[in-house]
Nanobody, 124 residues
Framework: QAQPMASGGGTVQAGGSLKLSCVVS?????LAWFRQAPGREREGVAG????????YYAASVKGRFTVYQDNAKTTLYLQMNNLKPEDTAMYYC????????????????????WGQGTQVTVSS
């Protein structure tokens, strides 16, 4: 599996939108987005298990963020709407093989392959 490549971060005002992209290839398990703000632990934001078409969201983003893949399953997206200042963080995509990640799809420890981060800054 190749390392995921994330892009699409930027600076927006509160209430705005951004779409993050992550090129993934050869993945046969879970795909997820995580974020880490300065001084805080990395946290799971949204995950997807394509084999079952299942999606999972952290409570803090549910209803505002949408995770999905393209039909070719080569790119993972995170559509972020109604952004808030507390969404400011470095965002990472990660992949995991197999089904073990389903124990907790938003737990960073369940992922073995990480991309470089992309910064999202939301101003008030």
């Amino acid at each position: 599996q190749a390392q995921p490549m994330a892009s699409g971060g930027g600076t927006v005002q509160a209430g705005g939108s951004l779409k993050l992209s992550c090129v993934v290839s050869g993945n046969t398990g879970c795909l997820a987005w995580f974020r880490q703000a300065p001084g805080r632990e990395r946290e799971g934001v949204a995950g997807i298990y394509p084999e079952a078409a299942s999606t999972y969201y952290a409570a803090s983003v549910k209803g505002r963020f949408t995770v999905y893949q393209d039909n070719a399953k080569t790119t993972l997206y995170l559509q972020m709407n109604n952004l808030k200042p507390e969404d400011t963080a470095m965002y990472y995509c990660a992949t995991a093989r197999g089904r073990g990640c389903l124990r907790d799809i938003l737990k960073p420890d369940n992922y073995g392959l990480w991309g470089q981060g992309t910064q999202v800054t939301v101003s008030s």
